[in-house]
């Protein structure tokens, strides 16, 4: 058997085919660092094209969906999911070495499918469409799907964050657009079994032949052409930095938009009085959150600002006992593996010293060995840029600084972040310290903790999982929490003097649905107009 | 006197100071082509980099400032511009050639001081903000300000979207930033006049020294390194597409938030029924649209789309008269008689014959005839982009579609526009037609009228003065309506477990306001939380 004859197909149209394209690509088992069994297409130009060309049909088509419609194929989509568990678990492990229980099966699968459903429940609520309606002037706007949504979803969460299941592909759908994804490389057939479910289920609740299209790989010219291409309505992009600001470079000078979660390396402040109190809580909470996922988090702590003083150097070496005595996880690729070493190289050479690891290895298959650095704020200051270089993984850098303004130095030479976090004592001893701290760090982060890891990132209504470029590329957004994501996919309409039978039923003076929020001559309500 | 002593001063962290600057540039009087008695300074970098380092001195300034007397300096500037009004329409009549009478004292006036007050009245209320409130997982989100603020405003509208007085600073202010305003070189003495309006009410409201910032013109490298710098939060652009692009690209590349409105030819379509019933009232309408302002609007009705039919010919050739009869108003300056020369040569070259007027003079000073333009829908289609080249001023161009079809082609060949107009007739027999086409201009404007024109845009809660590119450069934001547009000014700010006492007040459990709409387990609420 050739190795094509082996490839999978792609998603085009509603039907699985074979690409038209000539080369291929293997995932790896990254603990045995093993090609997988099924190779997977590079789509050419023409494969993508008319998938975009599909997608802006089903965009058509759409308008003659309802959101209730919508969302009884994210709950179909959600119910098939679940019932495939097992055999969609199975192939992620294998693809992430991400463990199948707790992490896949009961960790992320729920969140994965909680997602869809509260995408569902979005959809048919419709409050996030915020209606908006001056009855004196009979003017009325609310945002409304925009257009065909390619997603790039990372490699960390083959579910949550996946092309074809994950926040931004929830997101997109349930503001009415169809969307393209685009299967991370490094687990393209968990994204073929989760499309394969999502595609079923769009089958079954009569959604456009097009609303959920699989590609795997394209070149880089190509997907630069496809975030820019006139019919597409929105990127959604989740990944390393260099790629995505390769897309948002383009897709910025076609005027399209792009919506990018690119790097953080997520500051935690420590304060003196913290650890005086509780410096045995604060170091598990640190290292089950730094290797949480073998630290391959978009929120991973990866920079601890800690203030000189007594209790400092016997925290540091707390900490790095508990990472000599840490399992070594496996990391999700060869590329991690050597992007770890390539970044804990950029920090050794602008003046952070290892505490311990620092090298590859120590785990089973791709693996980097923990690795906690060390620097001081002065050297840290006088190369921030190099200092915050992303290790994408089970690694953290200790920044210890003299004193409070040198803290504050510090901090205002970070780059914009997903989280900053900041432990105080419950005494009130550090608070001066917060006050001064505070601030400063909340300019420059999407959210702002206390006393509490980042990698928790719950899906909540009340969630910003977004922050200050580089994090991402808006600060106004978020990527998770429903239903403030759902507005990145969606345009503003206005409606001004037009008809009452031509308006959308969202504007019309019924409320279509009990429970949608609309803001009439600026009062928020669930009423009729006029009512 | 040498033309340096005259020249005025720039406006920097409060005071009033000669430019380091040796360039300097004057207005000229539209209606009589000569320089205004002042000139006024090019700043260098240094300067611009000083007005930059005060403007973020002030935002953090800005913090122990409360969003009431940020309300108190809005309204007290409001009262200013009312108190010195006749010399500032003095002048802007005498920058701008627009009438004191109604026009700028009468109707941009009032709109500009009731825009500072909605302002002064949103910061107050707070619900732009939006307060989200997870109780159970206490997470907690709002908008917040982003930081310096630059707005470069149009020529068009010297007050209502001036750089020191219009939508985008009272939006910028209003959400707790300063700005950095760069007047409009048509009519800088204008902008001068209200930012010391601007300024004597910060003063008078011990807002920062650096609220209000004046700078009246940089080289194109300065604005871009300026736009793009990482001490600002957010630029606000009004004015020529390719003075805005260049910005754009410089803001994209540093990650940096711009706002643009750019261009728009506002595509008004008039089906045969609506021309059969009112043909009279129609070409009344469109008259009083189009040359309002001698057409420097960017809602102004630049296309209008028409289906060949009997009642065709007869309605161009009355619109066709009453262009001949109206009066030829003056442009605001000699570079907008220029563009009109060009952009209706452009539009000739590419097929558009000429039914009236199509050369410069004809009226006081900078001026052009009333230019009426024809094209078969073939011809449009044959090369859309060129015959979409936005004639800044009192011209319009008709598309006769032989059809339906045709119609649609045009309509899905249009680029992004602020308005799209429908007007049809009351007794249904263009409702065929209207539901064919509604949709797809739908997609293409920010705004959809029926049976009104373009020209009003009235300050709404529910206006959408926005649109897809290139209208604007994010079809997710509105430039006019508050509290809307101050979301473009601020970040989504998460406090995640943080502290009660340590929260903003608008995320505390006790509303701060008795007006404040929060989101608060969904629910939009004025309550307390748990009340």
Redesign the interface.
């Known amino acids: 058997m050739t190795d094509s004859a082996m490839t999978q197909p792609v998603l085009i149209n509603g039907e699985w085919r074979a690409s038209v394209g000539t080369r291929s690509f293997r995932a790896h088992n990254p603990k045995t660092r093993e090609a997988t069994p099924d190779s997977y297409p590079v789509s050419p130009w023409p494969e993508i094209d008319e998938a975009m060309r599909a997608s802006a049909r089903a965009f058509e088509q759409l308008?003659w969906v309802s959101p209730d419609q919508i969302a009884e194929f994210l709950d179909k989509f959600a119910d098939l999911f679940e019932e495939r568990r097992s055999r969609i678990s199975e192939l992620a492990e294998l693809e992430t070495a991400l463990a199948r229980e707790p992490r896949l099966n009961s960790v992320e699968l729920p969140r994965t499918t909680g997602q869809l459903r509260q995408a569902a429940a979005a959809a048919r609520d419709r409050?996030w469409s915020m209606p908006?309606?001056?009855t004196e002037?009979n003017?009325?706007?609310m945002?409304s799907a925009?257009?065909p949504i390619v997603v790039f979803g990372p490699n960390n969460f083959p579910m949550a964050f996946g092309s074809a299941s994950g926040g931004d592909f929830a997101a997109a759908i349930a503001a009415g657009n169809p969307v393209i994804a685009k299967a991370n490389s490094s687990h393209p057939g968990t994204t073929r079994l989760l499309a394969e479910a999502a595609n079923d289920a769009a089958a079954a609740t009569a959604m456009p032949a097009a609303m959920v299209q699989l590609l795997y790989r394209t070149d880089h010219d190509d997907g630069k052409k496809l975030v820019s291409h006139p019919l597409i309505g929105a990127t959604g992009y989740t990944g390393s930095r260099s790629a995505g600001l390769a897309l948002?470079?383009a897709a910025?000078?076609?005027?399209?938009?792009i919506y990018l979660e690119l790097s953080s390396i997520n500051p935690v402040v420590i304060l003196p009085g913290a650890i005086r109190e509780r410096a045995d809580d604060l170091a598990n909470e640190f290292i089950t959150s730094v290797f949480m996922g073998t630290g391959q988090f978009c929120t991973n702590p990866g920079v601890v600002l800690l203030l000189e003083h007594e209790t400092t150097a016997p925290f540091v070496s707390d900490v790095q006992s508990r990472f000599n005595e840490a399992p070594v996880g496996t990391l999700l690729s060869e590329g991690v593996e050597q992007s770890m070493t390539a970044s804990i190289g950029a920090l050794k050479s602008a003046g952070a010293t290892v505490v311990t690891g620092g090298s590859s290895g120590g785990g089973e298959g791709y693996s980097f060995n923990n690795t906690l650095l060390q620097v001081t704020a002065a050297t840290f200051l006088a190369d921030p840029e190099t200092l915050q270089c992303e290790a994408f993984g089970n690694a953290s850098l200790f920044v210890i600084a003299d004193d409070t303004a040198q803290l504050q130095d510090v901090i205002n030479s970070l780059e914009?972040n997903l989280?900053g976090c900041v432990y105080s004592d419950t005494g009130g001893s550090d608070d001066a310290v917060?006050d001064e701290i505070?601030?400063l760090l909340?300019?420059r982060v999407?959210?702002?903790?206390?006393?509490?890891m980042p990698t928790g990132v719950?899906v909540?209504?009340?969630?910003?999982h977004?922050g200050?470029?580089?994090a991402t590329?808006?600060?106004?957004?978020?990527a998770v929490?429903i239903p403030?994501s759902l507005?990145?996919f969606?345009?503003?309409?206005?409606?001004?003097?037009?008809?009452p039978n031509?308006l959308p039923p969202e504007l019309q003076d019924t409320n279509p649905t009990a429970s949608l929020?609309r803001?009439i001559d600026?009062q928020?309500?669930r009423n009729h107009v006029g009512a």
């Open positions: 308008r409050s908006t309606i001056d002037n003017v009325r706007t945002f925009i257009g948002k470079e910025d000078k076609a005027g399209k938009l914009g989280t917060y505070a601030p909340r300019a999407g959210r702002l903790l206390n006393d509490k719950l909540s209504p009340a969630m910003n977004g200050p470029y580089p590329a808006h600060a106004g957004f978020t929490g403030a507005r990145r969606a345009a503003l309409q206005c409606y001004d003097a037009v008809r031509r929020w803001l600026s928020w309500t």
